[in-house]
């Protein structure tokens, strides 16, 4: 949570213009194509968008790891922690929490329905952060790359198990409405922690 509130800190300036931006052409875009509007669909878009850039902030953070370097044997770092400790919670449980959200909204938007799907797209994409930190500062680890696969499957299972858990829900709980009156409850409490982190007062 430090890190994720650091993230936001450091980019909410061009993340509140990015968001008013984007949420203005997305609705000039469903008003001339009279496309129709689903709000939570609309949420979890943006959702994706904003996870998106708090992920390039942290995984692209060079004040990270002060030094360069390159591991490329397997459960050597993993390893070199002990469970509970700073570092295995920093560098292993944080490597694996991260990417859980990918793989959940990758999982949906790909309508994934094979561990092979969510599996080929995290690997590439763990890997291209992998070489793209290997330049900027930081180090290449294969163990990162594991990691990062094994958080995007865990947030694929939870696609998989909410989406049968769904179809057992009754009428209501499987419309719309339902899922808009959630997401507007999840938006006005993350908005009210975003205008807190900001510095800006919400009176509350």
Same mark, same amino acid.
Not at 174 to 179: E, G, K, T
């Given at each position: 949570?430090?890190?994720?509130?650091? @993230?936001?800190?450091?980019?909410?300036?061009?993340?509140?213009?990015?968001?008013?931006?984007?949420?203005?052409?997305?609705?000039?875009?469903?008003?001339?194509?009279?496309?129709?509007?689903?709000?939570?669909?609309?949420?979890?878009?943006?959702?994706?968008?904003?996870? @998106?850039?708090?992920?390039?902030?942290?995984?692209?953070?060079?004040?990270?790891?002060?030094?360069? !370097?390159? +591991?490329?044997?397997?459960?050597?770092?993993?390893?070199?922690?002990?469970? !509970?400790?700073?570092?295995? +919670?920093? +560098?292993?449980?944080?490597?694996?929490?991260?990417?859980?959200?990918?793989?959940?909204?990758?999982?949906?938007?790909?309508?994934?329905?094979?561990?092979?799907?969510?599996?080929?797209?995290?690997?590439?994409?763990?890997?291209?952060?992998?070489?793209?930190?290997?330049?900027?500062?930081?180090?290449?680890?294969?163990?990162?790359?594991?990691?990062?696969?094994?958080?995007?499957?865990?947030?694929?299972?939870?696609?998989?198990?909410?989406?049968?858990?769904?179809?057992?829900?009754?009428?209501?709980?499987?419309?719309?409405?339902?899922?808009?009156?959630?997401?507007?409850?999840?938006?006005?409490?993350?908005?009210?922690?975003?205008?807190?982190?900001?510095?800006?007062?919400?009176?509350?």
């Amino acid at each position: 949570m430090e890190m994720l509130s650091n @993230a936001i800190m450091d980019i909410w300036p061009m993340l509140t213009i990015f968001l008013v931006v984007l949420i203005l052409i997305r609705l000039m875009y469903i008003h001339n194509s009279s496309e129709k509007f689903v709000f939570y669909k609309e949420f979890m878009n943006l959702l994706f968008i904003i996870y @998106a850039l708090l992920l390039y902030r942290l995984l692209t953070n060079a004040e990270l790891n002060s030094t360069s !370097g390159m +591991n490329l044997v397997p459960f050597q770092e993993i390893l070199r922690y002990k469970v !509970g400790s700073p570092g295995f +919670n920093t +560098n292993v449980i944080g490597n694996i929490l991260i990417f859980i959200p990918f793989g959940y909204f990758v999982s949906s938007y790909i309508k994934a329905s094979k561990i092979s799907h969510i599996l080929i797209v995290s690997s590439v994409t763990s890997l291209v952060v992998e070489i793209v930190q290997k330049y900027i500062g930081r180090s290449f680890d294969i163990d990162d790359i594991l990691l990062n696969v094994v958080g995007a499957i865990i947030g694929f299972l939870i696609f998989i198990g909410f989406t049968a858990i769904k179809k057992h829900l009754p009428k209501f709980m499987r419309s719309d409405l339902f899922y808009n009156i959630i997401c507007i409850i999840i938006c006005a409490i993350a908005l009210i922690y975003y205008l807190k982190l900001s510095g800006v007062s919400v009176g509350i």
